[in-house]
Structures are given as C-alpha cells and as structure tokens.
C-alpha cells in the first residue's frame, strides 16, 4: 500500500504583507474619517457667530443658536418678523429669515402665523 500524504502548505514569507496590502483602503478611510470629525471639532462657536447675516444685526436677533444652545423664543422671533416686515412688506421668505436669523422654512411659518392672527 501507498503511503497517503497530506498537503501542508509551503512556508510563505510574504504571507503578513498580504493583509497589508488588501486593508489599506479600510486603513486610509479610518484616517480620513478621525481627520473629518477632528476638523469638525476644532471649530470655534465664535468663529460660527462671526458668520451671521448682517440683516439678522439690524433685526435685533440673535442668530441662529448654536447646537444645543437655547432656540429663540416664539415671541422674539415674531417681533423681529413683524419688524423686519414693518421695513419692507415685500419681502421674500428667504429675505426674512436672513434678516430675523432662521431659516427659510421658519420664516414661512412665522409668516402664515403672523398674517393667521387677529388684528395684523
């Protein structure tokens, strides 16, 4: 009878830089992503409140809150509505949220709730 041999692989010196080779792109996107969410970090509050429009300064707002701060009370922010539109009737919503400080989208709803109550 023959002697049966099992197969054992040969000595593979070059086997480590195989794993190397093939998780370099998971390694370069963990790099980039630390680098991103760094960067994110580093930026200042007063570098993102030195970014307000100027309309919002002459509303008498203050801006949009940074994150996690406190958000702008509802009358605050109708009285700046009524008078930035008090200035210029004409506006457009894009127009007063840059001058009242929010966005688009709120200046539309400040503007149906202004124009929905008695008396305005």
């Known amino acids: 009878m023959s002697a049966i041999t099992v197969w054992q692989p040969a000595a593979r010196p070059w086997w480590p830089s195989c794993g190397t080779t093939a998780g370099w792109p998971a390694i370069a996107f963990a ?13 200042s509050t007063a570098a993102q409140a030195g970014s307000m429009p100027a309309g919002a300064a002459a509303a008498g707002s203050a801006g949009h809150p940074a994150r996690g701060g406190p958000r702008p ?10 008078a930035a539109l008090a200035a210029d009737p004409h506006m457009t919503h894009r127009q007063l949220g840059e001058a009242i400080g929010v966005s688009e989208r709120t200046a539309r709803r400040v503007r149906a709730r202004l124009a929905a109550t008695p008396g305005s």
């Open 31 to 43: 790099g980039s992503a630390e680098t991103v969410i760094s960067m994110s970090r580093r930026r």
């Open 73 to 82: 009370s509802v009358a605050g922010t109708e009285a700046a509505a009524l």
